[in-house]
């Protein structure tokens, strides 16, 4: 078996499986040095706006090399869970989310079982939104769906990923706004974040899949939230997010195959 180095390098002079010597478990170093600042940061119990060491400083404490402990905040800045401020330090960010939000357990989905377990609490948690939705949504919000699906259209066809994501978000958000429960839009927003992070820690992307297909099941639950048919659009919501998990299933496989040095692919 193939053992991992923290710059995301393996060694592969004594292979134990020559019949299968691409080690799944492999993970990029970046990716370890985000988990264990996010670590560092819980265990000694950081709260928004606290400063973290420097880069050296973090590098030292956590035994990796200061080029991936820089890569590792990038990354984590990006999904706002740290704020770098020029000339000043690194800071743990705000995550905006009600206090019980951030009393929930740290997680950092980054790895297979944590990603399935995501997907898991997400689509039982959507399709219960967009059920709540079909019965409780007001005329305004049935637009608004309506006009986000259509905005997420918009930036597919003009292959727009930024403006995609943005969308994207706002439409998920809106439904569960549409379903009138301030828990739930609360515990869909944090999935949501852990989402975003998914993408970022685990595959360096943003954007969930094929913009043409996700913007075109946006249009057809809109059109069952509009209608009222709480059954399809449950089942619709349902199908969007099992695509999306296959899609996330197939980037990182083709991430394990592309990260892994030609050698280690010889048998």
Known sequence: MTDLRLNGEMNVDSPEEPDDPVDVSYRPGYQIAAERILAYVADHQLAAGARLPTEKDLSSVLGISRSVVREAVKILSAVGRLSVEKGRGIYVADAGNPMWIQSLPGSQPSDPEQIQALFEIRRALET??????????????????????????????????????????????????????????????????????????????????????????HAEIAAAVQTGDAAVAARLVSEHVENTQRQVQRAIRERIFNDVPPEALRG
Not at 132 to 138: F, I, Q, V, Y
Not at 148 to 172: N, T, Y
Not at 181 to 204: D, F, G, I
């Open 128 to 217: 219960f939104a967009v059920r709540l939705a079909c019965e409780r949504a007001t005329p305004a919000q049935v637009r608004q769906i309506s006009t986000i699906a259509a905005e997420s259209a918009a930036a597919a066809s003009a292959d727009d990923p930024g403006a995609f994501r943005v969308a994207d978000e706002q439409f998920h958000r809106q439904i569960a706004s549409a379903a009138q429960n301030e828990y739930l839009l609360s515990t869909l927003t944090w999935v949501q974040q852990l989402h975003r992070q998914m993408w970022v820690l685990a595959l360096k992307s943003s954007v969930p899949g094929p913009m043409i297909a996700a913007a075109r099941q």
